[in-house]
């Protein structure tokens, strides 16, 4: 039995033409959009720069009005602004005040969705935990690095506890151990029952996290699907095996030679670069001081190489 997900967002026939100052038509960043996004599951939005992604996100929050089409969240268009109660935003840049803390900043936005003080007070403790800015809570936003502005940005986009969170290229300016964190979080939120959805150019960064993604190019939906699905191969069977002996392997060889298998590639599987860099960093963590040297064995690192030792050791 396949029960049919319920539908957060819907838009038909989603179109935006921008126009220039005399109301002439100048950009068509949006044609013809139709998708449907369900309860609980991370969508990505994935194109290139300048192919509709913030439109389509400024169009669901009805920060901006379609030239035609519509778009409905929850049952109901875009326009009734008492919806945005329900949903989270963090907008592509910055917009937080630059001269007010982590906290101020949370405690601003909890008053703005007039969330009673002992409530707020606790989920601004949690949020800037869970974002990982407890260290630096007490400092002005101005002083933030783009990481940390991002972090805080989450945070905020979180206050009032939403059912849907768009996030507008929330990895955008993070380095890898940052964009693994802020994807961990993103599904955190899936496992709370949230709806997300996300806007990147990395398929990397989306890959791994989407539930499904839409591919946008110059305001086109391209495809739209399960991210398992548009990334298998349909006509490629990999086999993977570990500590296969040799004759084996020559066995299976032979049967899928048999069985008329074409073009057969024995191989090991390869990482990405990015797997390779967290993995890196983290046995870092795990064990500082170890380092690898162009030899490529892992080395401790040498005590014997300050003056002191060599001196003590020749004097005994
Ligand atoms: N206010 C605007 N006035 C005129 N044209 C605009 C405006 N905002 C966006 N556009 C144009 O609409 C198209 C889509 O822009 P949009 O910002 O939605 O792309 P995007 O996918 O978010 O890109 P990026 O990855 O760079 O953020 C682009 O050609 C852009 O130049
Ligand atoms: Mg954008």
């Not at 920060?63 to 008492?82: H, K, R």
């Not at 069977?237 to 002996?245: A, E, M, S």
């Not at 191989?267 to 967290?278: C, G, I, N, R």
Request: include cysteine; glycine fraction near 8%; proline fraction near 5%.
């Amino acid at each position: 039995m396949t029960m049919t997900p319920e539908v957060i967002i819907e838009t038909r026939n989603l179109t935006k033409v921008y126009r220039d100052f005399w109301g002439r038509k100048k950009v068509q960043a949006l044609k013809a959009l139709d998708l449907q996004v369900h309860r609980g599951e991370i969508f990505g939005l994935l194109g290139p720069n300048g192919s509709g992604k913030t439109t389509t996100i400024k169009l669901l929050l009805g920060l901006l009005f379609p030239t035609e089409g519509d778009a409905l969240i929850f049952n109901e268009p875009t326009s009734n602004v008492t919806k945005n109660e329900r949903i989270g935003y963090l907008p592509e840049e910055s917009y937080l005040y630059k001269f007010l803390n982590a906290e101020e900043t949370l405690q601003f936005y909890g008053r703005l969705f007039k969330i009673p003080a002992s409530e707020r007070n606790k989920r601004v403790g949690q949020l800037i935990d869970m974002v990982g800015l407890s260290g630096a809570k007490h400092r002005q936003l101005r002083e933030y690095s783009k990481g940390m502005q991002r972090r805080i940005g989450l945070a905020q986009a979180l206050i009032n506890n939403p059912e849907l969170i768009l996030l507008d290229e929330p990895t955008s300016g993070l380095d890898p151990i940052g964009t693994a964190e802020i994807k961990e979080l993103i599904r955190d939120l899936r496992e709370q029952g949230k709806t997300v959805v996300l806007s990147g150019h990395l398929l990397a960064d989306m890959q791994d996290i989407c539930d499904r993604i839409a591919i946008l190019h110059r305001g086109e939906l391209k495809e739209l699907g399960k991210v398992s699905d548009l990334l298998t191969v349909q006509d490629v069977t990999q086999v993977k095996v570990r500590n296969l002996p040799p004759a084996a392997l020559e066995e299976v060889r032979q049967v899928i030679q048999r069985h008329g298998g074409e073009d057969l590639t024995i191989d090991h599987p390869t990482t990405t670069l990015e797997e390779l860099f967290l993995r890196i960093v983290r046995e870092s963590e795990l064990h500082p001081g170890r380092r690898k040297v162009a030899g490529d064995r892992v080395e401790s690192p040498k005590p014997a190489a300050t003056p002191e030792l060599a001196e003590s050791r020749s004097t005994s």
